[in-house]
């Protein structure tokens, strides 16, 4: 069974930089992508960067561009979420996923795991 284990939260003023750590373990083989979503107070979850396992290929949500860097320990199986300039509204609960398997040719991240999540708090 696979366990994503996340650290890093925290509170921190705006402007100010987190940085975010996911450890994998249980895998029955190599991972085709893992990423971090985030759910706000109030709100539904949303994506917020992608990282593609075997090529390094990142992905990121348009709130995320510019202000977040996603990547990978291959050696720990581990994904990192740096986050600078921090805003108000990037407060929220944030969750590593994991994706095991491609879905189709293009493409598609589809977490088939999660971890517990980690509580983000902006003060502004």
């Known amino acids: 069974q696979v366990q994503l284990v996340e650290s890093g939260g925290g509170l921190v003023q705006a402007g100010g930089s987190l940085r975010l750590s996911c450890a994998a373990s249980?895998?029955?083989?190599?991972?085709?992508?893992m990423g971090w979503y985030r759910q706000p107070p109030g709100k539904e979850r949303e994506f917020v960067a992608a990282i593609r396992w075997s090529s390094g290929t990142t992905y990121y949500a348009d709130s995320a561009k510019g202000r977040f860097t996603i990547s990978r320990d291959d050696a720990k199986n581990t994904v990192y979420l740096q986050m600078n300039s921090l805003k108000a509204e990037d407060t929220a609960v944030y969750y590593c996923?994991?994706?095991?398997?491609?879905?189709?040719?293009?493409?598609?991240?589809?977490?088939?795991?999660w971890g517990q999540g980690t509580q983000v708090t902006v003060s502004s």
């Open positions: 249980g895998l029955p083989f190599s991972m085709y992508a």
């Open positions: 996923a994991a994706d095991l398997v491609p879905h189709g040719s293009s493409w598609n991240f589809t977490p088939d795991s």
